[in-house]
């Protein structure tokens, strides 16, 4: 190619390069509009989680949550109870001779409960006598 032919195509050239420029700068735009879309998407879940830990937060620093934990005092026979030691924010219980029935009670109070548990034995003394105990903290 001569300068000739150059200048004789000279206008489709500039075309061509600003057809390129639109084309990548619209691919640019595409690109940042999905990282800007993506790290939105990003924050929003980032706030639902910290909304739904300050609720659990509330939830379990609710002076609320010490009556109900004194409820699974009462579930079963108090001849049944041997120890439950409540100290600011934790709770050491131990039952004996228990029942299936009353086993079941007893475990299905404590999971609907929300605290966490730290310690849970449940171990069979007889033909259907359970022993049960368990540490948990809110």
């Given at each position: 190619m001569n300068m000739m032919t150059l200048q004789r195509y000279k206008n489709e050239l500039i075309v061509l390069v600003a057809i390129l420029f639109a084309v990548f700068a619209f691919m640019y735009k595409?690109?940042?509009?999905?990282?800007?879309?993506?790290n939105k998407?990003?924050?929003?879940?980032?706030?639902?989680?910290?909304?739904?830990?300050?609720?659990?937060?509330?939830?379990?620093?609710?002076?609320q949550l010490t009556k109900e934990v004194?409820?699974?005092?009462?579930?079963?026979?108090s001849s049944k109870l041997t120890t439950f030691q409540q100290k600011s924010k934790k709770l050491v219980a131990s039952y004996k001779n228990l029942t299936g029935n009353e086993l079941s009670?007893?475990?299905?109070?404590?999971i609907?409960?929300?605290?966490?548990?730290?310690?849970?034995?449940?171990?069979q003394s007889a033909k259907n006598q359970y022993t049960m105990e368990f540490t948990c903290k809110w």
């Open positions: 595409l690109s940042a509009q999905n990282e800007v879309s993506t998407a990003g924050i929003e879940k980032q706030i639902t989680e910290i909304n739904m830990i300050r609720t659990l937060k509330k939830q379990w620093g609710g002076k004194k409820v699974l005092k009462s579930v079963v026979p009670k007893l475990s299905n109070k404590l609907n409960i929300p605290v966490q548990i730290v310690v849970l034995n449940i171990k």
